[in-house]
């Protein structure tokens, strides 16, 4: 009952935010917002929690819900080329690292979020504000990378995935999250340090406008999949779906606005 509760406040949360905001997004992205938003709602009902680490199981979909939310709306003004997807992106921040330290797991994700994210999403926010469009400053201008910067960005990635997951392999966190399955914990490990290094990719294309962005996205969206199905976490699915489908738009929409300016 508790958790149909939840989820229920979540789904009214969501409504509330497109009827609030109407005029601010098309009826595609209120469709998509709403639907997400009642997805991961019953997603919620059918996949409750249990209590992990001694932590409550109705306080961890409260987490997982929350997340959800912040994220699609994030990625929603991403798309739109809002400079105010950095303000929401510091709540998800905040969020995302009170969800590694309750289940005691993910520490490579949580670093790079403290460290990384954080200070990332405040100078975001104040280039963004340096670079509005000339013609509607409610968008921002953004641009596409070149061949040479992609293939070192790849390297880098790879490297970062085996030094950093090799490290965390070392450390017992000590978590319930796996059943005391080793080797679900490292593969799990290898998972959340890949997961970092695109992030940190992502925030730094973010940073700059660059489109490459959302392929960036992509990856981050479906290694996180495959960690919420190794961990149990099936509500979060419904938000990888988001990211999925939303990432598609936002690539086609900034493809389109480079295009116009190019042209």
């Known amino acids: 009952m508790t958790n149909f509760i939840l989820a229920a406040a979540f789904s009214v949360i969501g409504i509330l935010i497109m009827v609030i905001k109407r005029k601010t997004f ?4 209120k469709c998509w917002f ?12 059918i996949f409750p929690e249990e209590d992990i680490n001694g932590v409550n199981g ?7 819900l929350l997340d959800t939310l912040l994220n699609i709306l994030c990625e929603l003004l991403i798309s739109k080329q809002s400079k105010w997807n950095f303000i929401v ?12 330290i309750v289940l005691a797991y993910r520490f490579a994700t949580m670093a790079t ?9 405040i100078i975001s926010f104040i280039t963004w504000n340096k670079h509005p469009d000339r013609e509607d400053d409610s968008l921002t201008e953004v641009r596409t990378l070149t061949g040479k910067q992609e293939v070192l960005l790849i ?7 085996i030094g950093v997951g090799y490290l965390l ?30 992030a940190v990719a992502n925030g730094v294309f973010i940073l700059l406008r660059f489109r490459e962005q ?3 996205w992509y990856i981050d969206a479906i290694l996180e999949a495959v960690i919420n199905i190794l961990s149990g976490q099936f509500v979060l699915l419904i938000l990888k779906l988001g990211y999925l489908t939303n990432t598609t738009y936002g690539y086609i929409k900034w493809t389109r606005y480079i295009k116009s300016k190019n042209e």
């Open 26 to 29: 098309t009826t595609y992205e």
């Open 34 to 45: 709403i639907g997400i938003t009642v997805l991961a709602s019953i997603f919620a009902v």
């Open 58 to 64: 109705t306080i961890i979909m409260f987490l997982y």
């Open 89 to 100: 992106s510091v709540f998800v921040e905040l969020c995302e690292i009170a969800m590694c």
């Open 113 to 121: 979020t403290l460290f990384f994210w954080l200070p990332c999403d």
């Open 155 to 161: 390297l880098g990635i790879v490297v970062w995935t």
């Open 169 to 198: 392999t070392l450390i017992d966190f000590g978590t319930d999250l796996f059943g005391g399955n080793e080797r679900l914990e490292i593969i799990v490990c290898y998972l959340d340090a890949c997961v970092s290094a695109v």
């Open 214 to 216: 959302w392929i960036a």
